[in-house]
């Protein structure tokens, strides 16, 4: 009877467990007790506990990214026992761990197993002992090892000397004794102060300065105003000029490429200003972040000069259109034509994915942004028309809706009203004149708040489009003079070219694509994160540039810095505050921005959760 029963039960529990792996217990979790029980015991980790999940409920120290373990720092929490390495081995995407400020001692875990290591951090404990010569080969990845102020002793492991990417080498406060082996990586950070290493400073590592070496009454060298035995002094001037030779010719190549590069700039530069040539342009000047704003003078009296001095397409338009051409959909900041337009002085604002803008005033004193839009062309006019009205029947704070349109086959212009205070991304990383000085933290949250409530409005409204922005950066973002965010340049996915569309909309610069070859509503989200990060961090996010050249990686950096418990380093220097609460909210928020970009969109917070967690930050 028991039998049989349990054989019908079988195929139920296997289905369960094709079905819900959510359901089981996660092995990862489980290796993370595993870890916990060879500590000593100790109130400070009562966030792990079975049947809960690490990265969900977000166990202390523990850092995930798409649900895996990636980043495991306990810092000062007074743990002691031993650290039971093969339960690390359990986390397949463990790649920084760090125990700093801590009671552990003895010798050295076999932390040499975790082969995919990338920084390891034992700094302030009681480990003590010599460490095999060895011990790091295994460690190709790592880039990062920090064992100050412990008790280790005897020679510095050679195998040091041999990893790749080691960038950051912090041995100070120990009892290393013996020569410093020769070290041949370029460090950003190094120190061996206050141990007991004898024998002369290798050249290259002199320029870390003497505090990176003080406190080692054997050692000799310059920077250490000791002078070194004559003999030492030889083998080092010998060894120390093969590496001159070598890091001669590094710089040789470095500099060919660098001039190479110039070269190629020179002639793009070249090429771009005979293209503003064309269109009028009489000044270049490098703005806001990179974005190019060319300024033009159109004379606005003469009607025919004027169509003279713009690009030939415009022209056209110019002399063939009559005023009914630029179909109103909003009338609030009045009625206007094309004559209108023409008659306006005109500036080159700057050329974007989809093409150029223009700003022009008209003589009632109305300011408009002109897009040519050069991407869309195979939509019909009568698709155009209905998603232009759709357009102009937007009204919502964070919206800046088109005022009126004009279509021609081989022609797409949208108006919009102009803002002064120009984009977000130009004052963020502008000419960081007063408005940047604006921009303190209750202003950056107000930003962040506008943002996510127009792309929810964008999401409800476009509720059927794959992308219902499709083009959120901070270049998108206008600022009004009160720093509400107006979004603009948004669901023109199903107007565009879908060959155009990589080049032309930011979505297709995410993970989503590039990694995913999808796009889709979550997109939207992953570029929310990214203007988050930028706004906290005040970085230029490289993943605006479609070549990822230039700017700083924000998505990488804070991911990072989470891992390692940096995450307040983080923070736009320029709002950067002593006072504890407001610094927890700013980094409530910079975590929001790291799950929303997630790389994963499965893993990705949805835009409902993600703006309620952004409306729950307090100033
Ligand atoms: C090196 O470490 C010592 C002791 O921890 C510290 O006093 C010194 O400032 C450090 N120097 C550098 C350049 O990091």
């Not at 079988?10 to 819900?20: R, Y």
């Not at 929490?77 to 003895?106: C, Y």
């Not at 070598?246 to 090429?271: D, E, G, N, P």
């Not at 933290?441 to 962040?448: A, D, F, G, H």
Request: charged share 20%.
């Amino acid at each position: 009877m028991a039998a049989g029963r349990s054989f019908l039960l079988l195929p139920l529990f296997l289905l369960t467990l094709s079905f819900s792996p959510a359901c089981l217990p996660n092995s990862e979790d489980d290796a993370l007790l595993q870890l916990k029980r060879s500590f000593a015991p100790s109130s400070s980790l009562s966030s792990w506990i079975p049947n809960s999940s690490a990265c969900s409920a977000r166990w202390l120290g523990v850092y995930c990214t798409n649900n895996l373990v990636v980043g495991l720092h306990l810092s000062n929490m007074a743990l002691s026992g031993t650290i039971d390495v093969d339960a690390l081995l359990r986390l397949p995407g463990l790649r920084s761990i760090g125990f700093v400020n801590n009671s552990f001692s003895g010798p050295i875990p076999q932390f040499n197993k975790l082969t995919a290591l990338k920084a390891l951090f034992l700094t302030t404990n009681q480990f003590s002992g010599p460490i095999p010569p060895d011990f790091f080969a295994s460690l190709a990845a790592i880039k990062k090892i920090g064992l100050s102020g412990n008790n280790f002793s005897g020679d510095i492991p050679n195998s040091l000397a041999r990893l790749p990417l080691l960038v950051e080498l912090r041995l100070d406060d120990n009892g290393f004794s013996g020569a410093i082996p020769s070290f041949t990586q370029h460090f950003r950070s190094f120190n061996v102060s206050n141990n007991r290493l004898e024998g002369p400073i290798p050249d290259e590592l002199a320029s870390f300065g003497g505090t990176s070496f003080s406190g080692n009454p054997g050692l000799c060298g310059k920077v250490v105003g000791k002078e070194c035995e004559e003999e030492a002094r030889q083998q080092g001037a010998t060894s120390g000029e093969k590496r001159t030779g070598l890091v001669r010719a590094v710089i040789t190549v470095i500099m060919v490429s660098i001039v190479v590069m110039l070269i190629i700039v020179l002639i793009k530069t070249a090429r771009r200003q005979e293209g503003n040539r064309n269109m009028g342009g009489i000044g270049v000047r490098k703005d806001g972040g990179g974005e190019e704003v060319v300024q033009v003078h159109v004379p606005s009296s003469n009607h025919s000069r004027t169509s003279g001095s713009t690009k030939k397409g415009s022209n056209s338009v110019s002399k063939r259109n009559a005023v009914g051409d630029l179909v109103m959909v909003n009338e609030e900041k009045g009625v206007f034509g094309l004559p209108d337009l023409m008659k306006a002085a005109a500036e080159v604002l700057g050329n974007g994915g989809m093409g150029s803008a223009y700003k022009a005033t008209m003589s009632n004193g109305l300011s408009v942004v002109v897009k040519r839009m050069r991407e869309i062309n195979k939509i019909s006019r009568d698709s155009f028309d209905a998603e232009m009205r759709q357009f102009g029947r937007i009204r919502h704070p964070n919206i800046l809706a088109p005022l009126s349109y004009h279509y021609r086959k081989e022609e797409k212009l949208i108006v919009s009203q102009y803002i002064p205070k120009g984009s977000l991304l130009y004052v963020l990383h502008g000419d960081r004149g007063t408005c940047h000085g604006d921009l303190h933290w209750p202003t950056r949250l107000k930003i962040v708040k506008g943002i996510a409530r127009g792309l929810s409005f964008l999401h409800s409204e476009f509720g059927s489009h794959d992308l219902p922005h499709g083009n959120l950066k901070s270049s998108n973002v206008l600022l009004s003079d009160a720093y509400e965010p107006l979004l603009t340049d948004f669901a023109f996915h199903p107007l565009i070219n879908p060959s155009s569309a990589p080049q032309a909309l930011f979505s297709y610069k995410t993970p989503d694509y590039i990694q995913y070859q999808q796009v889709s509503r979550k997109t939207d989200v992953y570029c929310l994160g990214t203007i988050i990060l930028e706004i906290m961090t005040g970085k230029f996010p490289s993943q605006y540039h479609s070549n990822g050249k230039g700017g700083t990686d924000v998505v990488q950096w804070v991911l990072t810095a989470i891992a390692e418990g940096r995450e307040a380093e983080l923070i736009d220097p320029d709002i950067k505050t002593n006072d504890t609460e407001s610094l927890s909210h700013m980094l409530q928020l910079l975590q929001i921005g790291a799950s929303c970009t997630e790389s994963n969109p499965q893993q990705r917070l949805n835009l409902g959760e993600a703006i309620r967690r952004i409306e729950e930050v307090q100033v």
